[in-house]
């Protein structure tokens, strides 16, 4: 069941397009992103590098400057310590390159997901102490780590945090109160009193803006900047950061350099999922490139993911990149075995009139759960939470829908939770196996989400008739790019086209191509991918249908054509 519904914002879309020589559709699709008033529109259109916030507004990163760079040049022995995931992967490649380039004797440890668990724990402090490190940089995580960083300062270590993930907090009477490690320096955004206006930068990027207010200090040509855009642009994709304002401009930056990289590790990553020589879209990330790049941290260790952009020769990072293509291929079909699992699970038991899932897969690989928790959250629209039996304790992720905030609800079940860490759209924890139930049950009872709200909501930009679209209309669409989490794809729509002809093929046979005729008489091809048999009986059995569609020019054997690519129907 879907409920679909029509954006309808106001705006002068003739006069927007007029003055910026789009399209009045593109004009609407814009407006329909909030993007509003001279200033933004331009930015929107035609942003630059130069238009991106400068880290001096990032709290304590002065301060983080003046350690970091007294530890450089006293040849302080640092460490760096990350994450397993692409964020905390690329967080850790960009402070280790741009450390390693200022002359810092540093090196690296990206916590295990089985043996060590997310982030910063007291048995690496320990053994950084025994390693003679003075000073522990994080990346993507130590936010949450207090405890842990007042082990380290008790045992007389300097520690910098830099993380970008929801600041730990207690509700009371009084208020909210936010709890702080006690490190040297944090530099977080969504620190409330933090003034840098971006709150939702992903990991690798603070990492970027820290590298960058070292470089600056240290005098360093700006060109070297440069190399940390392509690493920041997977990471803001991969850790599904919204693009808007600055993070699309990095990402769009990041996509035009990246079929140009001189990175070795990444041109033969490229090179091994097939797409060298090709445009590269925020898709490839997200669904091909990043996913490798996480393979490693899910199924062996983020060591190698981390090798793989550290690479200085060619014929190593062929092997790399061939390594976690076929451990993300390994993984696509364990991820297949345990979604299935799961959904048995859901619809022959009481978890499928829960408003939170909780689903509780005991011998599911832990490092899976997110992805099956997505999964199961695109098929129901329920937040949900896949939990997994761990080395000590079980472990789980949770992803969420637009109108829960995971992390602030798993807050509120503090007294279950071993540990725990995330987002609004995703989270972390640990729980011990006698608290499941007692910590489904607090979850429904706090939630607040109704049965509308649990009704997938299919967002249409502008209702076009297929007669409206041309080349031109469809070029312009690019400049729209890239698309993802708060700069969705747009979607149009249109009522009542008569189905003149229904084929399906493919090598699975999962696609359908028909050809449609709307009420003016303008006939154009589409295609439909997915339960293929199912949407070619119903185009058979109905007169009309009505679609949600992206247009598109397909290009066959040296001819161009208009076609849309169906979404949805009814």
């Known amino acids: 069941m879907e409920k679909w519904v029509v954006t309808a914002k106001k705006a002068d879309f003739q006069g927007i397009g007029r003055k910026y020589g789009i399209d009045p559709v593109i004009a609407r699709i814009i407006r329909n992103r909030d993007i509003t008033g001279d200033e933004a529109i331009e930015e929107y259109l035609n942003g630059t590098l130069a238009d991106i916030p400068s880290w001096k507004l990032l709290k304590d990163i002065d301060k983080a400057v003046e350690i970091i760079s007294g530890k450089i040049d006293a040849g302080t022995k640092m460490r760096i310590i990350g994450d397993y995931d692409i964020d905390g992967v690329t967080a850790t490649y960009i402070l280790l390159k741009g450390f390693k380039r200022l002359g810092a004797n540093v090196d690296t440890y990206i916590p295990d997901r089985v043996a060590d668990g997310y982030g910063i724990h007291d048995h690496l402090i320990k053994k950084a102490m ?277 992390y602030e609800e798993l807050v509120k079940c503090d007294s279950l939770l071993v540990q725990y860490g995330g987002h609004p759209m995703a989270a972390g924890l640990s729980i011990e196996e006698e608290n499941v139930e007692k910590f489904r049950q607090t979850l429904n009872d706090n939630c607040t989400l109704t049965e509308e709200d649990m009704i997938p909501k299919i967002v249409i930009d502008v209702p076009m008739p297929i007669s409206y679209i041309n080349e031109e209309l469809v070029e312009q669409l690019s400049i729209l790019e890239p698309f993802g989490k708060g700069n969705t794809k747009p979607l149009f729509a249109q009522k009542n086209l008569r189905v003149l002809k229904v084929e399906i093929y493919g090598k699975t046979q999962n696609t359908v191509k028909l050809q449609l005729r709307d009420p003016s008489g303008a006939v154009m091809d589409g295609l439909y991918w997915g339960e293929a048999k199912e949407f070619a009986d119903f185009a058979r059995s109905h007169e009309t249908i009505s679609v949600t569609y992206y247009p598109r020019i397909n290009s066959y054997m040296g001819r161009e054509s208009l076609q849309i690519v169906i979404q949805n129907y009814c």
């Open 130 to 406: 025994e390693d003679g490190i003075d000073t522990i940089v994080t990346c993507d995580n130590g936010i949450s780590a207090s405890s842990q960083i007042t082990y380290a300062k008790e045992l007389g270590m300097t520690v910098v945090v830099t993380d970008h993930h929801e600041v730990p907090f207690t509700d009371t009477e009084e208020g909210r109160t936010y709890i702080l490690p006690p490190a040297d320096a944090i530099i977080n955004p969504k620190q409330a009193d933090c003034t840098y206006p971006n709150k939702n930068i992903c990991g690798a990027v603070v990492a970027m803006k820290l590298v960058f207010a070292l470089y600056e200090k240290y005098r360093l040509p700006e060109e070297e900047k440069e190399d940390f855009l392509e690493p920041a642009a997977i990471a803001t994709v991969g850790d599904i950061m919204d693009l808007q304002g600055e993070n699309r401009i990095l990402v769009k930056e990041g996509l035009a350099r990246l079929p140009f990289t001189k990175n070795k590790g990444l041109k033969a990553l490229i090179r091994a999922i097939g797409l060298e020589d090709q445009k590269i879209t925020s898709y490839d990330i997200g669904f091909r490139l990043g996913p490798c790049i996480n393979a490693s941290g899910r199924l062996d260790t983020a060591m190698r993911s981390l090798a793989l952009l550290q690479s200085e020769d060619e014929e190593e990072a062929a092997k790399l990149a061939g390594d976690l293509k076929a451990l993300n291929d390994s993984r696509k079909a364990l991820t297949e075995k345990g979604t299935e699992k799961a959904y048995k699970l859901i619809e022959s038991s009481n978890l499928k009139n829960d408003r939170v899932m909780v689903v509780f897969l005991p011998e599911c690989h832990e490092s899976l759960a997110g992805i099956i928790a997505g999964r199961i959250r695109e098929k129901y629209h329920k937040p949900t939470f896949v939990l997994t039996r761990g080395e000590k304790s079980l472990k789980g992720s949770g992803r969420s829908t637009e109108n829960y905030s995971m």
